[in-house]
């Protein structure tokens, strides 16, 4: 039987916390994607847009879930019931975030190998969408762990560019995801899961830093920039 | 041929347009697009105004309008952010 403690008691409250301050930083990159579909309208970016939109999903779900635990466990004392809603949040989160990944590697296959091996890419892309199934806690977060993978592998195999301190922060980025779901595989144990809320979000704040650098690196030689 | 996103081909072919306005030819060997498919792009491109076509003398030119450029600046960042997420090459 779990034990619970004061600490279980206050994780859906910093779950929600930074779930909502994820949502935002997922926001400010898909206006940077929404921006430049409004200019071009590529498949492309509807496929990044669409992929970052799932784990924005799959974020306020877990936001909402997590409050209403909190709302349970300190308003109606309904301790168990708080925490399950919570970790209901979180497997949720799990999901889309699977899904969101999956689409990214996806399209990631497709945009590399299309003119190359479609058989290749469709298997994989089936191999993709029978993981889906597995609807299970556990073997959800060795799917992530599993994509996330890929994707570090992905960043590091390819060619660099100028965006030195954006590829940089990137990977650090991807490494902390990878940390928080290596954490995540051991669920109801507070501290993983507050430690492994705070690493989700400076994970994906990575991005930000690449969005940033790809922005000066640009402006700066098309001389947008001035000396101040 | 290796596959070239669609991204990448408007990218090419913004990047092929500057200020004095350049001929259809000088995009076809900078962008590296056929001519039917480059003069899809560009009808596209004129339509959203991010193309200006113009007469110079005898020869017709584009050139790229303020929106253009901000298009460019703009398609140039995602490129090289979606390189550095090894989303394409």
Not at chain 1, 45 to 67: D, E, Q, R, T
Not at chain 1, 76 to 86: A, F, I, R
Not at chain 1, 93 to 100: D, H, P, R
Not at chain 1, 129 to 147: P, Q, R, T
Request: neutral net charge; contains cysteine.
């Amino acid at each position: 039987m779990l034990e619970v403690t004061a600490l279980h008691l206050i994780t859906p409250l910093f779950r929600a916390t930074f779930m909502a301050i994820l949502i935002v930083i997922l926001l400010y990159i898909i206006k940077f994607f929404y921006e430049g579909y409004k200019y071009f309208k590529t498949k492309m970016l509807l496929a990044l847009i669409s992929a970052f939109l799932l784990i924005i999903v799959g974020a306020s779900i877990n936001l909402s879930l997590s409050l209403y635990g909190h709302y349970l466990i300190f308003v109606e004392e309904l301790k168990v019931d708080g925490l399950s809603y919570h970790h209901i949040g979180n497997i949720l989160y799990s999901i889309f975030l699977m899904c969101g990944f999956l689409f990214l590697i996806a399209f990631n296959m497709f945009s590399r190998w299309i003119g190359v091996s479609k058989p290749v890419s469709y298997l994989i892309l089936l191999i993709g969408g029978i993981e889906l199934l597995y609807n299970v806690e556990i073997a959800i977060n060795a799917i992530v762990l599993f994509e996330l993978i890929f994707i570090l592998i992905n960043v590091a195999v390819s060619s660099p560019t100028h965006a030195v301190v954006g590829r940089f922060m990137v990977i650090i980025g991807l490494l902390l995801l990878i940390s928080s779901r290596v954490l995540m595989l051991f669920p109801f144990i507070p501290v993983t899961d507050m430690f492994s809320s705070m690493m989700e979000v400076a994970g994906f704040s990575g991005l930000i830093v690449l969005k940033q650098d790809v922005s000066l690196l640009v402006r700066a030689g098309e001389g947008e920039l001035v000396e101040v | 041929m290796k596959y070239r996103p669609d991204i990448l081909i408007i990218r090419d072919i913004l990047n092929a347009i500057d200020d004095e306005g350049v001929t259809i030819s000088s995009i076809i060997s900078r962008a590296r697009i056929p001519h039917d498919r480059l003069k899809v792009k560009i009808n596209q491109m004129i339509d959203s105004g991010l193309i200006l076509e113009f007469n110079d003398g005898e020869r017709r030119k584009y050139k790229l309008t303020r929106k253009g450029w901000e298009a460019r600046i703009k398609i140039n960042e995602m490129v090289l952010f979606l390189k550095e997420l090894g989303l394409i090459d």
